[in-house]
């Protein structure tokens, strides 16, 4: 059984289930034998054993210098968290890697005597880097184009991820790239973890935010906003609903989204045929622009998003008290070519923030874009083009970019039942006397048919260990037939005969039932049919 598929506590920070080749809490790699209580993932219950076998290895310890010395030399721009992880690990000392496996399945091995193993996933998974340039190089009919990306000393590799893949793409990766001659990484931004509701998102415990049911209620760009908005880039954070609605209407829908509908939305109604002025009327404004645009260059060049995007949202604020001081729908009554000047101005501010936010939010950029009646695509006309300052707006009328969520609607979709030591549904109180009257017993169901008159129901021919009783029950469609024959069932058989669509039924079998599932409830141990039920 490879190591991936046994858990354990992890040695090192206690995390209970770490699985064998790595912890995904402290993000150590492990061996198996190192886990504290292993057990294996698909059968909990079973012992483990420890067998020998033969395996390929990467000889790891011999990388340890000279990645430690290519650490150490122009890495300023990498985060914290990601180059204290990666510098510990070197200096702790490097052990060979093994990179084959006992399994049936994946990468073949091209050496004898290794036909039934197969390629460690995490020393074939970063591989596809370089492989599927090669496969792209060639599709285009170009196929030494990859060495433009892998040989080239002005190309730059990024590799972004979550902190438990921080060794493999800071350690592993570079050897194996050190070890063919290729260009280490550039940078490797890795995030620390986003929560939810304090716990780390879990598709096997089905704790998580599902994008086909989020993206059927919700508009993916408020997703966008809040996920770069609160991007743990330095720390774990944590997603809440109520977090989420709190941001979107104050901060994307309060600041950006206001000031963007009220601009366009105002000069659309007043200037239905266009608008011209040649001059800013707000000088300080348009340095604002450019300060903020050169910030979030330099911000989003060195994978600081979230600092970009509160660059961007600290413009949209500056927007917003500017437009409220110089208050157009003041001078529209005392003087409309003034007023016009002020609008275009702030025109040129929405379409300013309309390039600058497309990063983040390509959709409702474009959108505003179209609204201000821009030609052609944002990506086309470049990043640039948000210091480039029109002097006419014939403007379309628009729509608000964004809709303001309900918080109680929301909660109340979205957040679970609070947990309670009450259970749910709890039928009226019964005395020990009246249990007693309840004589369950143990049998083996010998005989399965299909009901002449139902497509819901199965008749069973049940032996409780002695006379063979015919139950009807409404497992037809969760169970098979075959699945049934055999089996050892609870049986309720002091219950009064009825009848079901003309079959009649000498007691009831038992089940629990839960979530959409329905299961059998059975006898953990051998035992005679007719058994009792206390």
């Not at 340890?64 to 200096?91: A, C, Q, Y």
């Not at 998580?208 to 209620?217: A, S």
Request: proline share 5%; aromatic share 10%.
């Amino acid at each position: 059984m490879p190591d991936r598929y046994v858990e354990g506590t992890c040695p090192h920070c206690n995390y209970e289930s770490a699985r064998g080749d790595q912890c995904d809490d402290c993000g150590k790699t492990l061996d198996s034998k190192e886990l504290k209580n292993p057990r294996p993932k698909l059968n909990p219950d079973a012992k483990i054993e420890f067998r020998e076998t033969e395996h390929l290895f990467f000889k790891l310890s011999a990388f340890r210098d000279s990645l430690l010395e290519w650490l150490s030399e122009g890495k300023e721009h990498w985060r914290p968290s990601v180059i204290n992880f990666t510098r510990n690990w070197l200096e702790e000392g490097l052990i060979d890697r093994a990179i084959t496996r006992d399994l049936e399945w994946g990468i073949d091995i091209p050496r004898k005597g290794y036909e039934k193993k197969r390629m460690y996933v995490w020393f074939e998974a970063v591989m596809g880097y370089y492989s599927a340039s090669l496969h792209w190089a060639k599709n285009q009919g170009k196929p030494d184009l990859w060495k433009e990306w892998w040989e080239n000393d002005s190309a730059e590799h990024y590799y972004f991820m979550a902190k438990d893949n921080i060794p493999f793409h800071t350690i592993i990766w570079p050897a194996m790239l050190s070890g063919c001659g290729l260009h280490l990484p550039h940078d490797v931004p890795a995030n620390e973890y986003l929560l939810l509701d304090s716990t780390q998102f879990s598709k096997s415990r089905k704790h998580g935010v599902w994008m086909p049911d989020y993206l059927d209620r919700y508009d993916s760009e408020l997703l966008r906003y809040y996920l770069a908005s609160t991007m743990p880039e330095q720390k774990d954070t944590n997603f809440t609903w109520e977090d989420y609605v709190t941001r979107i209407n104050n901060e994307l829908i309060g600041n950006y989204g206001n000031l963007m509908h009220r601009v366009i939305s105002f000069a659309q109604k007043n200037y239905p045929d266009g608008l011209s002025s040649k001059e800013s009327t707000i000088p300080s404004l348009n340095d604002k622009i450019s300060e903020i645009h050169s910030r979030i260059s330099e911000a989003l060049e060195a994978c600081k998003f979230k600092r970009a995007l509160q660059a961007i949202m600290e413009l949209s604020q500056t927007g917003n008290i500017e437009l409220n001081e110089a208050a157009p729908w003041k001078q529209l009554k005392a003087d409309r070519e003034a007023c016009e000047a002020t609008l275009v101005t702030f025109l040129n501010l929405c379409r300013s923030l309309s390039v600058m936010m497309t990063p983040f939010l390509p959709k409702s950029s474009q959108k505003a874009w179209e609204y201000l009646n821009q030609e052609g695509k944002i990506d086309d006309n470049g990043w640039d083009s948000a210091l480039e300052y029109k002097t006419e707006f014939k403007l379309r009328q628009p729509l608000p970019l964004f809709s303001k969520l309900n918080m109680q609607e929301i909660l109340e979709k979205e957040m679970p039942p609070e947990e309670t030591n009450e259970l749910a549904n709890v039928k009226p109180e019964i005395t020990f006397d009246d249990f007693k009257k309840l004589d369950i017993r143990i049998g083996t169901v010998e005989k399965v048919e299909a009901h002449p008159n139902a497509d819901k129901l199965w008749l069973l021919d049940v032996n409780l260990g002695g006379p063979t009783r015919r139950i009807v029950t409404g497992l037809r469609g969760i169970y098979e037939s075959d699945d049934l024959v055999g089996k050892k069932i609870s049986v309720l058989v002091n219950l009064a005969p009825a009848k079901f669509r003309g079959e009649e039924s000498n007691g009831m079998l038992l089940a629990a039932e839960g979530k959409g599932i329905v299961s059998l409830l059975q006898p953990d141990k051998e035992i005679e049919d007719g058994s009792e039920v206390h």
